[in-house]
Nanobody
């Protein structure tokens, strides 16, 4: 029943901003954590930021101070505000929804491209 849909990706110049959205539907009351991961071709998928159902956040060192993750429980949506973007942030960004602290559901991904 769980569906995860990302949106908000696009192309921006270095120093610009984007806001990604992750909308979950289904058994949303069981969500434990929602995380934003990113992956470039041939590279390991890595965590950028995550937020728990009680609002605790976690950030990769590479994005601290630039990215902000937030949630809107009423809309079952998590946002990733990305500021001061650099070409190194270019990747496909995936939303990962964890339910009951065990099972994970992934979205299809949204492309973020940052030009220099």
């Amino acid at each position: 029943q769980m569906r995860v849909v990302e949106s908000g990706g696009g192309m921006v110049q270095a120093g610009g901003s984007l806001r990604l959205s992750c909308a979950a539907s289904g058994s949303t009351s069981s969500i434990t954590t929602i995380g934003w991961y990113r992956q470039v071709p041939g590279q390991q998928r890595e965590l950028a930021a995550s937020i728990t159902n009680d609002g605790k956040t976690n950030y990769a060192d590479s994005v601290k101070g630039r990215f902000t993750i937030s949630r809107d429980p009423a809309k079952n949506t998590v946002y990733l505000q990305m500021n001061s973007l650099t070409p190194e942030d270019t990747a496909v960004y995936y939303c990962k929804v964890v339910v009951f602290g065990i099972r994970a559901y992934w979205g299809q991904g949204t492309q973020v491209t940052v030009s220099s």
